[in-house]
């Protein structure tokens, strides 16, 4: 029996957050079983796509997605990193920033973004695109974007797309990521926070530090509403004790990977699972949570 998905929803929802967590962990799939569980689980019965495209720009990276429909709604997965290739993965990625104009030219700038990141998304961009202008522009039905870890930086790149690029223009229902990195420059999150606050919702799951790169000190922002599930498990908005987690001070990869590698929390608290794990035992802490949308 697929899961309860509110496809109008106009604020956060726990049943949601719990699809759209299961429909990222689905992006982890093999295009057979990920199509079996796009409709079992998610009630996705039309016009499934598998994508699975290589970036030639990004050392050891091709991005995978689905996308899939009902008579209801869409929704576009990304599939994030392998646990096991985390750390070749982080190491690969250059958190050089590009301008987002060079990777979308007739887009309005919008700022700098990741550069791997940025590559990933146009590299794959042209045959999800045209997914959704047959399958979401010209049926109507609203859109959902998600993924987790990796996957979740192109959902909220690829929403940004959807919003200024003039040849790409449609609108974005909602946006869910799990562990998500950072994508851009704080110019580039305020742009995009402008137009699509109300519809990002950002879970991270205690002491997930992928979360944490690329580093504010580089002028990485963030983007949308963050829910910090924190170490008691209970979700709290912008939480104090991930603001402290914040403070603890990263000035390079090394020593990012060193904590990574040293301290087995911060790898296991960014699995997908416990996200899934996570969202199913505060469900309604979850649907209690007030958020501030004044931006």
């Known amino acids: 029996m697929a899961l309860e998905f509110d496809p109008n929803a106009d604020r956060f929802s726990a049943n949601n957050a719990l699809y759209l967590a299961t429909a990222s962990a689905i992006a982890y799939m093999d295009e057979k079983s990920a199509l079996q569980r796009t409709d079992t ?24 997605a689905f996308a899939a429909a009902s008579s209801t709604h869409a929704i576009l997965a990304f599939r994030g990193t392998e646990q096991t290739n985390l750390k070749d993965w982080m190491s690969d990625l250059t958190a050089t920033p590009a301008d987002s104009q060079w990777l979308f030219s007739d887009a309005f700038n919008v700022g700098a973004i990741h550069a791997g990141f940025g590559n990933a998304v146009a590299d794959s961009w042209s045959p999800i695109s045209d997914w959704i202008r047959v399958n979401v522009i010209t049926t109507g039905l609203p859109l959902w974007i998600t993924g987790h870890s990796l996957g979740g930086s192109l959902a909220v790149l690829s929403a940004a797309v959807c919003s200024y ?9 909602g946006v869910y990521t799990f562990g998500q990195p950072r994508v851009g420059f704080h110019n580039f999150c305020q742009l995009v ?9 950002r879970l991270v799951n205690r002491k997930d530090i992928v979360a944490r ?11 949308g509403q963050m829910i910090h599930f924190e170490s008691t498990g209970i979700p709290v908005l912008e939480s104090p004790e991930w603001k402290h987690f914040l403070l603890q001070p990263f000035n390079d990869f090394g ?41």
Not at 165 to 173: A, G, R, T, Y
Not at 193 to 201: C, T, Y
Not at 256 to 282: P, R
Request: aromatic share 14%; charged share 20%; hydrophobic share 40%.
């Open 41 to 64: 689980d998610l009630g996705l019965d039309r016009n499934f796509q598998f994508f699975d495209i290589n970036n030639p720009g990004v050392t050891g990276c091709n991005t995978q």
């Open 165 to 173: 690029d003039p040849q790409n223009l449609v609108s974005i229902h």
């Open 193 to 201: 926070d402008n137009r699509l606050r109300a519809r990002i919702f």
């Open 213 to 223: 790169v690329p580093f504010r000190s580089w002028d990485y922002g963030d983007v």
């Open 255 to 295: 020593s990012f990977f060193n904590m990574l590698f040293t301290v087995s929390a911060g790898i296991e608290d960014h699995n997908i699972a416990g996200y899934i794990k996570a969202i199913q035992e505060q469900q309604g802490a979850l649907d209690k949570l007030e958020f501030d949308l004044n931006y």
